[in-house]
């Protein structure tokens, strides 16, 4: 069995320090692994190639960034506080940040913990994602928000009346992630796992809907599997991670 990640570096970009400690001490004492955080090192043409990711319409248009754009991602970096409510390709943004990265290296597994709402295309059609596996990987809080679905009476009261509040007033309190939830930290460790497992073993999802790898679509589902769930990782995962710590111990 392979002994990669050997170390797992933490980057974060518009999220709070303590989030970062958390989740590095959280995957300390879950994998037995060193683990870093460290800062993102933009350089000069940054804000541009920025702001040339931002997603236009549904089908993932892009255009020659405006002045104004490249500036509110320059004081977005300067301010750790990436603009909200932009959407930017994920790919695209995967590929920047690689470019940045001061090594590239398959025994260090990068994750960025991101506050920018990120799409990827799927039949034509860009839809926002809450991790976008790869190199490095990227755990996008806002689309932990924004991506999965809520409950259908949501969606049939916005139709209907015209109006977010009525159909969030349908749902329960719960049922879904919101800003700044108290429950994010806790939801991000399953996906940084996510993450690990797709480094380590090249598969990082489940069937099981109780395990954290599972691939939510739905918020409900999404909080089942990260915070009601009686287990973290299915019996087969589990064994998996054991048998990658036995053989990374040797």
């Known amino acids: 069995m392979k002994k990669v990640p050997e170390e797992i570096i933490l980057y974060g970009e518009g999220v709070d320090s303590q989030l970062l400690s958390s989740i590095a001490f959280y995957l300390r004492d879950r994998l037995k692994i060193k683990v870093k955080i460290e800062e993102l090192h933009y350089r000069e043409n940054s804000p541009y190639l920025l702001a040339s990711f931002r997603i236009r319409n549904p089908q993932g248009l892009r255009f020659e960034p405006h002045p104004l754009e490249v500036e509110l991602e320059r004081k977005g970096i300067i301010g750790n506080s990436p603009p909200k409510g ?106 940084v796992l996510q993450a690990f497992f797709y480094q380590a073993f090249g598969e990082p999802f489940c069937f099981d809907r109780g395990c954290c790898l599972y691939n939510a679509h739905w918020q409900k ?6 915070l009601e769930s009686p287990y973290e990782l299915c019996p087969f995962h589990q064994q998996l991670l054991e048998r990658w710590m036995i053989s990374a111990e040797q």
């Open 86 to 191: 932009v959407i930017y390709d994920g790919w695209a943004f995967m590929r920047f940040l690689r470019s940045i990265l001061p090594s590239c290296s398959l025994s260090k597994l990068q994750i960025l913990i991101s506050s920018r709402l990120l799409s990827t295309p799927e039949e034509g059609i860009h839809h926002i994602r809450t991790i976008l596996l790869g190199y490095p990987s990227i755990i996008s809080v806002s689309g932990l928000v924004e991506g999965p679905a809520k409950a259908k009476e949501f969606y049939l009261s916005r139709r209907l009346f015209g109006d977010e509040l009525i159909g969030y007033q349908l749902l329960s309190e719960n049922s879904y992630l919101k800003y700044n939830d108290p429950r994010l930290p806790l939801v991000l460790r399953g996906y």
């Open 221 to 226: 589902e999404l909080i089942y599997a990260q």
